[in-house]
T-cell receptor, first 115, second 115 residues
Framework: NAGVTQTPKFQVLKTGQSMTLQCAQD?????MSWYRQDPGMGLRLIHY???????DQGEVPNGYNVSRSTTEDFPLRLLSAAPSQTSVYFCASSQSSGGTYNEQFFGPGTRLTVL | AQSVAQPEDQVNVAEGNPLTVKCTYSVSGNPYLFWYVQYPNRGLQFLLKYITGDNLVKGSYGFEAEFNKSQTSFHLKKPSALVSDSALYFCAVSEGNTGFQKLVFGTGTRLLVSP
């Protein structure tokens, strides 16, 4: 059971380039989400999904797209990278049963630098 | 809107001494409170949560937290610190609506336990 996996671990982009951060989980969790972690700001929710085919915006969605075609995968796309998107990105998943009480399982993160 | 404050950027404690990491919150409804820990170059790991019931919650690795409704606090505690407890600790709150759990994280407190 690998849990939540993310690729790549590190990435350097030039301004204007696009890329996709990959996230997969093997726990059959319905809920998945993306966060960004910036110094002194904690984690902020970018987008989330409550099941295949269903996504919604979080606190800081601008500049990012998501889709969820399967339960296992939840990729995050940067359409045109900007230096302000330099951050560490975490993917998380959790069970849907039991309402809002379930812990989130986090991946190891992707450190992104935009030059 | 919900919010979380972690007033200390860093807490220093000697091994074997008790530790406390502070957290206060603000929500309009019933709070659902969580503590997560982040070790270097790793994703966040769940420590414990308060949903309802007993105000003293016990979690992983000997940690516990006390929910205080009148002071809107949820401080993390451990009776005897270990060097291996050194990490970044995040408090988070959800308003507990049905469906996806939108967590709001604090800015984090770095715990440094000296031998």
């Amino acid at each position: 059971n690998a849990g939540v996996t993310q690729t790549p671990k590190f990435q350097v982009l030039k301004t204007g380039q696009s890329m996709t951060l990959q996230c997969a989980q093997d726990m059959n969790h319905e809920y998945m989400s993306w966060y960004r972690q910036d110094p002194g700001m904690g984690l902020r929710l970018i987008h989330y999904s409550v099941g295949a085919g269903i996504t919604d915006q979080g606190e800081v969605p601008n500049g990012y797209n998501v889709s969820r075609s399967t339960t296992e995968d939840f990729p995050l796309r940067l359409l045109s990278a900007a230096p302000s998107q330099t951050s560490v990105y975490f993917c998380a998943s959790s069970q849907s049963s039991g309402g809002t009480y379930n812990e989130q399982f986090f991946g190891p993160g992707t450190r992104l630098t935009v030059l | 809107a919900q919010s979380v404050a972690q007033p200390e950027d860093q807490v220093n404690v000697a091994e074997g001494n008790p530790l406390t990491v502070k957290c206060t919150y603000s929500v309009s409804g019933n709070p659902y409170l969580f503590w997560y820990v982040q070790y270097p170059n790793r994703g966040l790991q769940f420590l414990l949560k308060y949903i309802t019931g007993d105000n003293l919650v016990k979690g992983s690795y000997g940690f516990e937290a006390e929910f205080n409704k009148s002071q809107t606090s949820f401080h993390l505690k451990k009776p005897s610190a270990l060097v291996s407890d050194s990490a970044l600790y995040f408090c988070a709150v959800s308003e507990g609506n049905t469906g996806f759990q939108k967590l709001v994280f604090g800015t984090g407190t770095r715990l440094l336990v000296s031998p």
